[in-house]
């Protein structure tokens, strides 16, 4: 398929079939604006990514975004390096509604320990990078998120980690960060008990599953993000 790349406007329909290639910038990081733009299923972004800073696709006609699928290649600026630092990065702006969903988006090169969410705000199609954290309440002083006993490898998250709890220890626990501190995903797996989440606010980046057959109770202030 055909590539495009470098900054700058194109005032027409951009369309990446499947097999295209889109790099905004030509020589490190940039932003390429286009009328309106369709992404195909098995199409090819790749964006870099520098501290603050990173690749950005403007759909200039509001309405003007479909996504029917495509796959995301995250550099470091000026390397074909991994980018994997935790985070919230804005790839594609656009207003009006988006014909598809951002859903079926990917990374192709993902690193196996993040978790990789997109969504959107209205503004732009997000890419949330975290990393995963399990809850296995093994503090024998208290239920706090902050205890690091309290997780799987005895780590604490870190903001934007993507948060899974199993199991039926520390039920009842308390997030003791910093109010409307960012998380990724809020996943509850097969084997979790009925928690119930207590304390602070959270800011939530990504999805809130529940794959258990128990009832869990989300008890703490929760702002979509």
């Known amino acids: 398929g055909g590539t495009i790349t470098g900054s700058g406007t194109n005032t027409s329909l951009l369309t990446l079939n499947t097999g295209a290639t889109l790099k905004p910038g030509a020589d490190g990081i940039g932003t390429l604006t286009a009328n309106s733009v369709t992404l195909a299923a098995n199409c090819t972004n790749v964006f870099e990514f520098g501290a603050?800073?990173?690749d950005l696709l403007v759909v200039g006609t509001p309405g003007g975004l479909t996504i029917n699928g495509g796959g995301?290649?995250?550099y470091t600026n000026g390397t074909t390096g991994t980018w994997s630092e935790d985070g919230v990065y804005n790839l594609i702006q656009y207003s009006g509604a988006i014909t598809g969903n951002v859903s079926s988006l990917s990374v192709l090169n993902a690193d196996g320990g993040k978790t990789y969410t997109f969504s959107t705000n209205g503004t732009y199609v997000i890419l949330t990078i975290s990393r995963s954290?399990?809850?296995?309440?093994?503090?024998v002083v208290d239920w706090n998120w902050l205890t690091p006993e309290n997780w799987a490898g005895d780590v604490a998250p870190a903001a934007y980690a993507a948060l899974g709890f199993g199991g039926g220890l520390g039920l009842f626990?308390?997030?003791?960060?910093?109010a409307n501190t960012r998380f990724?995903?809020?996943t509850?797996?097969?084997t979790a008990g009925a928690f119930a989440l207590g304390g602070n606010a959270i800011n939530?980046?990504?999805?809130?599953?529940?794959s258990s057959s128990a009832v869990q109770t989300i008890g703490l202030d929760l702002v979509l993000d």
């Open 173 to 178: 626990n308390t997030n003791n960060f910093a």
């Open 72 to 74: 995301f290649l995250l």
């Open 52 to 54: 603050g800073n990173n």
């Open 184 to 186: 990724g995903n809020l």
């Open 204 to 210: 939530l980046v990504g999805n809130i599953t529940n």
């Open 188 to 190: 509850f797996d097969a």
């Open 133 to 139: 954290s399990m809850w296995d309440g093994g503090s």
